[in-house]
């Protein structure tokens, strides 16, 4: 339990190295934690990316490490249930089932549907092999996609400057990208 700043703070005193969940709320304590933790080397965030660390955090000279992949195969399971859930209109039976009511609704599929991923990481990866596995094509787009770069998992690549042809011939579109400008 991490509980209020300044007890968290004064806990680290004497670590080196530091694990957790930094959200917004903590922003002021990292920012401080040279000071408040001179012994303290490095932090792991628990979190894919470090969009919540201040510059004064990131220029402190502590070494911060992230979680990048490890919810990968989870985040892309929920994706595909989303997916399934538009594709089946499960919001529209589920307020059926809650008013004890019966419609016959049209329903698609994914086969054939096109899924496009911008930001090709971990988390898109995954989100491409489950897709695939469903019938349905994949393009994708990120920084280090070239002319004619591409990854196995992908019927086509785009480069970040064509993003707006990838999602004109996308049916779903994942956002998978860094929280960066």
Known sequence: ????????AAALADAEVAFGNWSGQWNEVV???????????WVQLGSA????????????????????????????????GCMLMFAKGWPRLFRN??????ERLPVETLVGKTVGIVGFGH???EVAKRARAFGCRVVATRRSFGAGGGDPLLDAAYAP??????????????????LTA
């Open 1 to 8: 339990e991490m509980g209020e700043p300044g007890r968290f």
């Open 31 to 41: 920012a401080g934690l040279p000071a408040t933790a001179p012994r303290l080397r």
């Open 49 to 80: 990316g470090a969009d919540a660390l201040t510059p004064a955090a990131l220029s402190s000279g502590l070494t911060f490490t992230t979680t990048a992949g490890f919810n990968a195969v989870s985040i892309s399971e929920w994706v595909l």
């Open 97 to 102: 089932q809650q008013a004890h009511g019966w």
């Open 123 to 125: 988390i898109g990866a």
């Open 161 to 178: 400057s064509e993003v707006r042809r990838m999602l004109a011939e996308s049916d779903y579109v994942v956002l998978s990208s860094a």
